[in-house]
């Protein structure tokens, strides 16, 4: 490969890839503006510094960089971490010894996958909802009709009424599982304007109630948040699921953030939209159990039910949302969690 074809200066900053070109000795001799995104350093810092010392590369790809003068064909490495991100990477080398090293952004493809995986587990849970409402419907209608049959035979009976309370007791309890099955699999959101931290200090209550003081609880917060319109009794229940399973992974902390993000997302909503991180350091999610993580009936527990984050990504989701999950440090299983809920800000808020 020519290294002549890489020197129109400026022409790579139009590229949404990371390119970087390196001399034999691994030192940078250009960059365009996405590799300095890619790897947190400006133009000016980063000409003429080895590229293994301004940015943490996995092993793998700094092995292939100290070796550059004995490399005879193109190397490709895929979802790499750095800074966060992910990324494919392809080196192409050059016949003075040189590289060509081009990052691409697996961003996009990483949030429609997400999404995909969304759409299947809402279908999976209708599904469920539908089976498991059909087999759990059949006797709680028996149920029912018998507690009615007693609570009109022992209305008349003036030495028992505590017992014809019961029975309507019964009754009433009946259908409200009967609402609960119906809702369930179908979120039906009421949604409101809300102050959204509120709604976060009443969790944050509740799970220092419970958990005392074994868990501390650091809150990153943005200022400059806007009223949302959400539901908010059902993103209550998604952030208290979020911190309880935190608690219950034997985590001693717990990080809120929040963001307001600017970046477009593949979510069906106009720029800006609400960004909320519940990073812990509990023992994190087994790397087996993370790609069905939000399956229904899945867990990680012996006492789980497999249902709680099943219904948040459903909640999620309801609100236009996602709600997506990632090791705090990739390819290790004690090293916590973080899950990033995703919620659009209605456009009528800005105007």
Not at 238 to 266: D, K, V, W
Not at 268 to 291: K, M
Request: net charge negative.
């Amino acid at each position: 490969m020519k290294s002549e074809a890489v020197q129109e200066e400026g022409i790579l900053d139009f590229l949404d890839s990371a390119v970087i070109r390196l001399d034999a000795s691994g030192h940078i001799v250009e960059l365009n503006t996405a590799a300095t995104q890619c790897i947190g350093v400006g133009k000016a810092r980063a000409h003429g510094r080895s590229l293994t010392e301004l940015a943490d590369f996995p092993t793998e790809l700094q092995e292939a960089l100290r070796s550059l003068s004995i490399q005879e064909r193109g190397l490709h490495f895929q979802e790499l971490q750095l800074n966060g991100q992910y990324y494919d990477c392809s080196i192409q080398f050059f016949d003075d010894g040189g590289a060509l090293l081009e990052l691409h952004n697996l961003r996009w493809e990483l949030q429609r996958s997400r999404l995909q995986r969304s759409e299947i587990q809402a279908g999976l849970m209708k599904l469920l909802s539908r089976n498991l409402g059909h087999e759990i419907r059949n006797p709680l209608g028996g149920i029912r009709g018998a507690a009615q049959m007693l609570a009109n035979e022992l209305e008349t009976d003036l030495e028992l009424p505590e017992l014809a309370e019961l029975s309507r007791m019964i009754m009433r309890e009946s259908d409200r599982i009967e609402e609960l099955i119906a809702r369930f699999g179908q979120p039906r959101l009421e949604l409101v304007e809300s102050d959204f931290y509120p709604l976060v200090a009443e969790v944050i209550e509740l799970v220092q109630v419970e958990f005392g003081v074994a868990v501390t609880i650091e809150r990153d917060f943005d200022p400059s948040l806007p009223p949302v319109v959400i539901d908010p009794g059902a993103v209550r229940q998604i952030l208290l699921n979020l911190f309880r399973n935190a608690c219950q992974a034997g985590c001693g902390r717990i990080l809120l953030r929040t963001r307001i993000s600017h970046e477009p997302t593949l979510l069906q909503s106009p720029s800006p939209v609400l960004r909320v991180d519940v990073e812990d350091d509990g023992v994190g999610v087994p790397a087996a159990l993370r790609p069905l993580l939000f399956l229904p009936l899945m867990t990680g527990r012996r006492d789980g039910t497999g249902l709680g984050l099943a219904l948040a990504q459903q909640v999620a989701a309801a609100h236009g949302g996602i709600l997506n999950y990632e090791p705090r440090v990739e390819g290790d299983d004690e090293a916590g969690s973080r899950f990033t809920i995703l919620l659009p800000i209605l456009p009528a808020l800005h105007e």
